[in-house]
Structures are given as C-alpha cells and as structure tokens.
Nanobody, 120 residues
Framework: QVQLVESGGGFVQPGGSLRLSCAAS????????MGWYRQAPGRQRELVAAIIRGGNTSYADSVKGRFTISRDNAKNTVYLQMNSLKPEDTAVYYC??????????????WGQGIQVTVSS
C-alpha cells in the first residue's frame, strides 16, 4: 500500500505564491509518474501538472508559465510551486502518484486533498 501526505495549502492574495508538497510512503519499488489535480466546487477534476520518471513535465494551459512541478526522488516527494496565483486557481488540490510496488503489480494512489484559496 502507498500513502500520500499533502501539505502547503492555504490562503493567499492574487499574485501571491504557494508551494504544495506530497510525500509518498509504503512498499514502493519505483515511482513512474507524479502529478497534481485540482477540483473546484461544481467543476470536474482536472489535471494541473505531471512529471514522469525521466523528468518530462506537462502542464494545463491555464497554469503554464506560472506553476512548476518538481520532484525529489530520494524523498519520494513531489512539489508544485504556484506563482502569480489567480482567484480561478482556488480549488482542492490532489496529489497523484503511480508506479510499481515491491511485489508484482502497479499502483495509483491519491492524496487526501488540500485547499488552496486565492482571494482579496
């Protein structure tokens, strides 16, 4: 089993910055993909950013140029640096990690969700 612990959310004014962290633990053999999704009230969950084992990254058009996803393989941790935040970034952010367990099989695990609120 894999557990994810998220931290770093909170309240910030437009134009401000936050950094989200997500640490994975458990019987992990390897991590192939780490990403961040978000869901605002009344809206579907959407992919914000993702990073694969080789280091390639992908971003939603709405956050490109403002958000940066990174990882620390030694700590099994993924980060989302959010700059120039806008009110429309307000949502619950969910970490997602996929990879292989120490026994045969793949896994996909979700964090509990962390609130990010951008408001004046």
């Amino acid at each position: 089993q894999v557990q994810l612990v998220e931290s770093g959310g909170g309240f910030v004014q437009p134009g401000g910055s936050l950094r989200l962290s997500c640490a994975a633990s458990g019987s992990i053999f390897s991590i192939k993909r780490m990403g961040w999704y978000r869901q605002a009230p009344g809206r579907q969950r959407e992919l914000v950013a993702a990073i694969i084992r080789g280091g390639n990254t992908s971003y939603a058009d709405s956050v490109k140029g403002r958000f940066t996803i990174s990882r620390d393989n030694a700590k099994n941790t993924v980060y989302l640096q959010m700059n120039s935040l806008k009110p429309e970034d307000t949502a619950v952010y969910y970490c997602n990690v996929g990879g292989s367990l120490r026994y045969p099989g793949d896994f996909t695990s979700w964090g509990q969700g962390i609130q990010v609120t951008v408001s004046s």
